[in-house]
T-cell receptor, first 114, second 117 residues
């Protein structure tokens, strides 16, 4: 049973446009959400996170939106750059799920076309 | 800051041998370290959680006797794949949670590519 879902395995966006990556979760105990960027054969790099008490968190070109009632979050990248091309993982954690443990989605491969 | 290293980055071994992978937090102390496994085009799957000085907690379906985890100090955890077989070939990634950090913080190592022939 997949508790964190990223239903789009891939996404292509033109340079300068907005990239929107989506993530859905099923476990109501999750209270913290994170986005990671990953290149092949490397470990994930933390991008941005959001607590369940907020509905938006912004850091430079990256903004994460959380809709708790829909159990949905999204990562917006504006403007998209070729260097943003990577696989993006959504992850969730919660005290009910066990402190410190992260549950990952399957990832979305973003390709930013110059 | 918050750098996690893994060694080796890549290892090829024969079936039946054992392989040890080290995970080190270089500039912070980590009470908790995690081991993940990633198959091609799949998500990161948590294998086990290790706390310094105590036994690791394994996820369901992960064989404790096959994947031995030792977290002997606040900066080092090791994963030993015993009697490795080709199906153990994968990308293994560790992460570490700082001693004084937010419980949600995890810093990831660069990963180790294991190929079992």
């Amino acid at each position: 049973d997949q508790q964190v879902k990223q239903n789009s395995p891939s996404l292509s966006v033109q340079e300068g446009r907005i990239s929107i990556l989506n993530c859905d979760y099923t476990n109501s105990m999750f209270d913290y959400f994170l986005w990671y960027k990953k290149y092949p054969a490397e470990g994930p790099t933390f991008l941005i996170s959001i607590s369940s008490i907020k509905d938006k968190n912004e850091d430079g070109r990256f903004t994460v939106f959380l809709n708790k009632s829909a159990k949905h979050l999204s990562l917006h990248i504006v403007p998209s750059q070729p260097g943003d091309s990577a696989v993006y993982f959504c992850a969730a954690s919660g005290r009910g799920a066990g402190s410190y443990q992260l549950t990952f989605g399957k990832g979305t491969k973003l390709s930013v076309i110059p | 800051g918050a750098v996690v290293s893994q060694h080796p980055s890549r290892v090829i071994c024969k079936s039946g041998t054992s392989v040890k992978i080290e995970c080190r937090s270089l500039d912070f102390q980590a009470t908790t370290m995690f081991w993940y496994r990633q198959f091609p085009k799949q998500s990161l799957m948590l294998m086990a959680t290790s706390n310094e000085g105590s036994k690791a907690t394994y996820e369901q379906g992960v064989e404790k006797d096959k994947f031995l985890i030792n977290h002997a100090s606040l900066t080092l955890s090791t994963l030993t794949v015993t009697s490795a077989h080709p199906e153990d070939s994968s990308f293994y990634i560790c992460s570490a949670s700082p001693l004084a950090g937010d419980y949600n913080e995890q810093f990831f190592g660069p990963g180790t590519r294991l190929t079992v022939l």
